[in-house]
């Protein structure tokens, strides 16, 4: 069974007033960028939908995934945002790699929102191929960006 990770309720979101006045930050991964940039283009295309102005965004690129954690700390210690998205793509390959820049990443974020600054949102995709992560990037699974502007809303209005 298929589902596209992009449908939420966005009765659960608070007003485009209180939005309007937000500030959130997307750290993108420059690796996989034809995955990647579709997933930050989804978020901001949300969180804009829901009334956070364009230029209480800030998009910040980074190489690769690893480097999504140290992206994230700097951000939240030189600005002041409400929510971060971390955004990035690993695809398996014949090498342990991947099992170390999941973890990596994995392990920053939770350390991120374990300091209770504000809520880091994890919106990597960790997949065994290229077909998996078309389709969470804006293919029949929806847009695993969108999902993350989502969460991040939700997160930094609890």
């Keep these: 069974m298929t589902t596209d990770l992009s449908k939420y309720n966005a ?3 608070p007003d485009a007033v209180v939005l309007g006045r937000q500030r959130y930050a997307v750290i993108v991964a420059d690796w996989n960028s034809e995955i990647t940039y579709a997933m930050a283009q989804g978020a901001v ?3 804009v939908k829901h009334g956070v102005q364009e230029e209480n965004i800030d998009i910040v690129h980074v190489p690769g995934t690893v480097e999504l954690t140290f992206g994230a ?8 945002v409400n929510a971060v998205i971390v955004i990035g793509c690993v695809i398996q390959g014949e090498t342990p790699h991947f099992d170390y820049v999941c973890q ?3 392990q920053g974020v939770a350390m991120l929102n374990a300091q209770g600054k504000v809520p880091v949102i994890f919106s990597v995709l960790t997949v065994l191929n290229r077909q998996q992560a078309l389709d969470r990037s804006g293919g029949k699974l929806g847009n ?3 999902e993350g ?7 930094a209005n609890i």
């Design 104 to 106: 990596s990443v994995t």
């Design 45 to 47: 295309d949300t969180l």
């Design 144 to 146: 695993k960006g969108v």
């Design 73 to 80: 700390a700097r951000t939240m210690r030189e600005e002041r």
């Design 11 to 13: 009765d659960q979101l």
């Design 149 to 155: 502007a989502y969460t991040a809303i939700r997160m």
